[in-house]
């Protein structure tokens, strides 16, 4: 076999191995995070459950996408993409149901879980960080783990404030923000599958 052909085999198998990691931890961070944001009465929480799951959804076809042709990859990417954006407009339409009808966010709620799910994400940050220039269903499972670790230092902001205040506007804030930065992901991977789709077309 040749030497390149090792190399292909060992770097896709390293990726398997980390997206099955991230993969898990995503699954069960939504499980736990969704599970404590409707506890906690939170939109922070919710929405950053629902960018768990959507990272859990990129991670699944990040690993459809090792080890595949190119295209396939990008494919695999763009629907990265599209199904963070859908996510992100879920969390808007949460944010605001709680603004129409009021909630009563639980501020030690909001930071001890924020501060768990911190915890999971800087781990799968660093996992995924060697892998990030091995393709663009790589890239895009980077850009989300990055959004991921910036949530989550907002909902223990966004808990803070509820606890010192007592206002939960700074709820609705964070899970806007949330919002904001999963939207910006989805449309950042969409570009990035776009720009790989026009290399390959002249190669």
Not at 13 to 35: K, S
Not at 121 to 128: G, H, M, P, S, T
């Amino acid at each position: 076999m040749p030497c390149d052909d090792c190399h292909l085999e060992v770097r896709d198998a390293g990726q398997r191995r980390v997206l099955w990691v991230l993969l898990a931890i995503n699954a069960a961070m939504f499980v736990a995070e969704f599970t404590l944001g409707i506890v906690a009465d939170s939109s922070g929480l919710i929405a950053d459950s629902l960018d768990m799951f959507a990272d859990a959804l990129v991670y699944g076809l990040s690993l459809y996408a090792v080890g595949s042709a190119a295209s396939q990859k990008t494919r695999a990417a763009r629907l990265s993409g599209l199904f963070q954006i859908a996510l992100a407009l879920g969390m808007a339409a949460d944010v605001v149901r709680r603004i129409v009808f009021g909630s009563e966010p639980v501020s030690a709620l909001m930071m001890g879980v924020g501060a768990i799910a911190l915890v999971a994400n800087v781990v799968c940050l660093i996992l995924i960080s060697k892998h990030r220039d091995g393709g663009v269903h790589m890239r895009a499972s980077w850009i989300f783990s990055t959004n991921d670790v910036l949530a989550n230092l907002g909902v223990i902001a966004a808990g803070a404030l509820v606890w010192a205040t007592g206002l939960r506007w700074f709820d609705y804030a964070i899970g806007l923000v949330i919002f904001a930065l999963v939207l910006r992901g989805g449309l950042a991977i969409l570009r990035e599958a776009r720009e790989e789709e026009a290399t390959q077309a002249r190669t």
